[in-house]
């Protein structure tokens, strides 16, 4: 039965709680139907969210990097290898009994050292015979022996050898006419040539069709140091066979082609292409071989399956997420730069948290909320409203909330202000670390910005830290090229935000939110949302 590809479930990046907890209820949801879900995020955690996680006992989602995928995501070929001591002989059996068409071989903590391909091989049988005499003068007596299925009656260590292999047909005059000084002689069972042979000089000697060899001839190889052995084949088929003794380590490709496992298999496609192989080594970070990848494993892979959740802008998602199979958007933000090349499902509905939609799902499907998901789900509800005080909260997230709240066991307003008490920025974070936590990126009529908002327990935590404010997010500016970069610090208990921005178009924070107040910053009362409340009015001052 075929594996079923996991389906990644993704909010945006630098997710805020409501992406996060959506991620998780709805792979959650989608396992309930049978499909093998993986909540993801794109980014750190807030610290409201990790309240929360930890709270009602999920883990973090698991970090999604890349829409396309990884070697290691695909399925490779199981990662047999030969040694350096496996003979050519040996090597083309097991490519005649694995169907492979090449090897990776390993040294003794399984590393790639280098490869061997049938074309490689291939060389020794139809190449030039000086391959195969070079080759065979490194090989020992050892390997031509189990070659050719053969016996070793005596071996030398002061073996001399040129490689060539010379074969003995009698004639009248015996062994007089044939030169075979340190040859590789191949001879019938015939004691008086042999002996002559040997007194010739002859490398080593092999005998045909023999079940032992005499005294006088081993005292002859002893004296002149010419190994002997007995072959378990004809005189055609030790011919043949001997020439694959040679060990692996004298014909592999010692810098081979590899690719990492986590290389991307639309990488290493492209780097196929250049090359002629037909199947590579794929290594992890310590070079132990994991596998092989083949052209048809390239041919035959397609990105990541992806459903996206509290999003739909391909500039807020993960890195190539063009790329991706994305099968549904579940979202209550504008629809903007969204668009595939086939048909997906598409739910986008105007209330105040994404995961007022997912909740509904459950309920519309029968399928029971589990009471831990249930309070993190009220969770997201009440961050995205801001505990309902976001002109974007509708009568559907307060029901919501409500029927989520019976099923957690939790009282809305105190569950509230212990979930942004215990999550409000921690003042002793670096400003630049504050920001970041969740900022979103906007194209604004052709005006590259981002937005931030900093939930704080008071707006007195950030005064007499305005200096340190701005420094931070001129260098931010700088960093990403922004034109505008607004940052909202927000308080529920002092009901509204305070602004500070930076960019050739920083003026159009002060037009959208004017301060009055000598030194500036004033609190703007009743502004808590950045999709219903600071994007529109910053959108109508760049646009003027």
């Known amino acids: 039965m075929e594996q079923q590809d996991p389906v990644y479930i993704t909010g945006h990046q630098h997710p805020d709680t409501d992406s996060v907890a959506s991620a998780i209820a709805y792979a959650l949801f989608k396992r309930a139907m049978g499909v093998k879900a993986i909540p993801c995020r794109l980014g750190k955690l807030s610290n409201e969210t990790k309240y929360l996680l930890k709270r009602f006992g999920f883990e973090e989602p698991m970090l999604l990097e890349d829409a396309r995928k ?36 390993t040294d003794h903590e399984k590393k790639v ?52 292999v010379s074969i003995i047909a009698m004639t009248k005059s015996g062994t007089d006419n044939y030169e075979i000084k340190d040859r590789i002689v191949i001879v019938g069972n015939d004691p008086v040539s042999e002996r002559k042979l040997i007194q010739k000089g002859a490398g080593m000697l092999i005998v045909v069709w023999a079940e032992e060899i005499e005294s006088e001839v081993l005292e002859e190889a002893k004296k002149y140091h010419c190994p002997v052995i007995i072959s378990g084949h004809g005189s055609m088929n030790t011919s043949r066979y001997i020439f694959f003794a040679p060990c692996i380590e004298l014909v592999m490709r010692r810098k081979p082609v590899v690719f990492h496992e986590d290389d991307l298999a639309e990488e290493a496609g492209a780097k196929m292409a250049k090359t002629r192989f037909r199947s590579y080594p794929v290594i992890d970070e310590e070079d132990h071989l994991v596998g092989y990848v083949t052209r048809s494993h390239i041919m035959e892979y397609r990105n990541k399956k992806i459903i996206l959740v509290d999003h739909n802008e391909f500039s807020q998602s993960v890195r190539a997420v063009e790329k991706a199979q994305i099968l549904e958007v579940v979202d ?37 909320i589990p009471r831990e998901l249930a309070g993190l789900m009220l969770g997201a509800i009440l961050s995205d409203t801001l505990i309902f005080q976001s002109p974007t909260t509708t009568k559907k997230d307060i029901d919501t909330a409500n029927i989520l709240a019976a099923l957690a066991d939790l009282d ?3 569950f509230g202000r212990e979930m942004f008490s215990a999550s409000a920025a921690n003042m002793n ?116």
């Open 332 to 368: 209550h933000h504008r629809i903007n730069d969204f668009a595939t090349t086939q048909p997906v499902s598409f739910r986008n509905e105007i209330v105040g948290s994404t995961a007022t939609i997912i909740a509904t799902m459950f309920r519309e499907n029968q399928i029971p």
């Open 70 to 105: 990884k070697l290691k995501e695909i399925n490779l070929d199981s990662p047999e290898a030969i040694s350096p001591e496996t003979t050519v002989y040996e090597t083309i059996r097991l490519m005649h009994e694995t169907e492979r068409s090449a090897f990776a071989v």
């Open 113 to 164: 050292i280098g490869f061997v391909s049938k074309s490689d091989l291939a060389k020794i049988g139809l190449g030039d015979t000086a391959v195969g005499i070079d080759l065979l003068q490194q090989t020992s007596t050892e390997d031509i022996a189990k070659t050719i299925s053969g016996r070793i009656i005596y071996d030398d260590p002061e073996i001399h050898l040129n490689g060539k």
């Open 429 to 544: 974070q670096s400003i630049h670390e504050m920001i970041v936590q969740d900022i979103k990126y906007y194209d604004i009529s052709g005006c590259s910005s981002m937005i931030s908002q900093c939930m704080v327990a008071s707006i007195n935590d950030v005064k007499g830290r305005e200096k340190e404010i701005q420094e931070a997010i001129d260098r931010l500016v700088k960093q990403k090229g922004l034109d505008l970069l607004v940052v909202a610090f927000t308080s529920i208990a002092d009901e509204g935000s305070i602004f500070f921005s930076a960019g050739e178009k920083g003026e159009k924070c002060q037009e959208a939110f004017p301060d009055h107040s000598e030194g500036g910053h004033d609190l703007q009362k009743g502004i808590f949302s950045r999709k219903s409340q600071i994007l529109p009015a910053l959108t109508r001052a760049i646009s003027e």
């Open 412 to 414: 809305i307003d105190q």
